[in-house]
């Protein structure tokens, strides 16, 4: 054989390899900047301000629903982007509810194992209230609840344990209070505005996250969402809503550096959400509470720039439900300054001081609207009292 021939079975593998490698290098850039810009808004001349989409991977791994493709719907040729499709909203609470009792001691368990003795002694009924004060109910529903068990067992001459959680499971529901509407506002409230979702908070209660599961909530209601990266404190903050987002399709309006206006960060996501006819504005915030007075001036900001756009439909607050009365302390200050309309609480799941919402709607007088029941994705649902209720008794 010749050279010519001793040459060409290693040379053109060789030369297919060099081939593809160079149409990879063309396609995979395109690939990662997946779902382009949208289009610009008019009226918005702050060039610090800049509107991307992403497909990067990874916020919470666990339990992601379905997964279908959906072309990216700007229609300049891009390839199609990789989106989940959420889980849907209806059942949520009852798959999750489980994680309500998983912690060490549920506070159900406590009650009814005191509840089943023979013949309630004084420090039986101690005992009762005090463990309901170690779950964060609070001193005043815990006395009333206390009382309004005791009237109905003497009256009513109750003793059968079947009988006695009844009556307990009764007055937990009262106390956590099924009357009060925790419909999450997501509609406009004028003709032509998206629905405006501000979602306030401290540090590292799970705000981010919220913003996140809760816009693949709405995904699943088929409403077209947009998220404004209004965290422009922390650096990462916004790359990890921006993940979130990308996820289910969702686009994000971002500052291009760390520490610019939030505001303007809000007014861009709420004029781009009116711009494209979005259904849905979400605004994650930074709320950093170094001190009343700048976190009324930052949220206070927010909300008069927002509202020259379209009106805020609801104002959530998230909180931490592991934190206790640190947790009530920052929900007293938010209350005040942010006109809170409805809570977020989270991790709810492995805690034993689920009372806590009972003490925040008293404290804050507004309803516990969703809560956070785990790390994976779907893990948030529309609070129900009943549920909650029939979660903790185990
Ligand atoms: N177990 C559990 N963990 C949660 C829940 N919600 C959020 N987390 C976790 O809490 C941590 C903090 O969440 P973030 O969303 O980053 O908190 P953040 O308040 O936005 O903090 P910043 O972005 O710094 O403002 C993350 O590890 C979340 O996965 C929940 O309902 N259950």
């Not at 930074?286 to 720039?305: F, H, P, S, W």
């Not at 209350?335 to 709810?348: D, F, H, P, R, Y």
């Amino acid at each position: 054989m010749g050279p010519v021939t001793d040459v060409l079975p290693w040379l053109i593998p060789l030369l297919v390899v060099v081939v593809l490698g160079a149409v990879a290098a063309l396609l995979v850039p395109r690939m990662r900047r997946g779902t382009p810009p949208p289009p610009p808004v008019e009226g918005v001349e702050r060039p610090t301000v800049v509107s991307t989409g992403s497909t990067d991977e990874g916020a919470g791994d666990e339990g992601a629903g379905e997964v279908s493709t959906r072309s990216s719907d700007e229609g300049d040729g891009a390839p199609a982007v990789v989106v989940e499709r959420p889980e849907p909203v209806a059942g949520r609470f009852v798959r999750l509810r489980d994680r309500l009792a998983r912690s060490g001691s549920p506070l159900g368990a406590r009650l009814l194992a005191v509840l089943s003795r023979d013949h309630l002694t004084e420090d039986d009924w101690d005992e009762l209230e005090e463990t309901l004060l170690l779950a964060d109910v609070g001193a005043g529903p815990a006395g009333e609840l206390i009382d309004a068990l005791r009237t109905r067992v003497r009256v009513q001459g109750v003793s059968d344990p079947a009988a006695v959680r009844a009556l307990l499971r009764e007055e937990l529901i009262a106390l956590v209070d099924p009357t009060m509407d925790r419909e999450v506002r997501t509609d406009g409230a004028e003709p032509g505005t998206p629905g405006v979702v501000l979602v306030v908070g401290v540090n590292g209660t799970g705000k981010t996250t919220t913003v996140g599961k809760l816009a693949r909530v709405l995904v699943a209601e088929d409403k077209s969402v947009v998220l404004g990266a209004a965290d422009t404190f922390r650096a990462a903050a916004a790359d990890q809503l921006q993940t979130w987002g990308s996820r289910v399709g969702v686009h994000t309006v971002r500052a291009d550096r760390d520490g610019a206006d939030p505001a303007a960060v809000a007014f861009d996501a709420v004029k781009h959400g009116k711009a494209t006819g979005a259904d849905v504005v979400l605004v994650d915030t930074a709320g950093r509470l170094q001190n009343k007075a700048g976190l009324m001036d930052e949220l206070g900001k927010i909300t008069r720039v927002v509202t020259r756009e379209a009106p805020l439909t609801e104002v959530l607050l998230v909180l931490d439900a592991t934190t206790g009365q640190n947790g009530m302390q920052q929900a007293r200050v938010f209350g005040e300054v942010a006109g809170v309309t409805g809570i977020v609480l989270t991790k709810l799941d492995g805690t034993a001081k689920g009372g806590i919402v009972v003490a925040v709607q008293r404290a804050l007088g507004v309803p516990v609207k969703l809560v956070g029941l785990g790390e994976g994705p779907d893990d948030l649902a529309p609070f129900d009292a009943e549920q909650f209720v029939d979660g903790i008794l185990g």
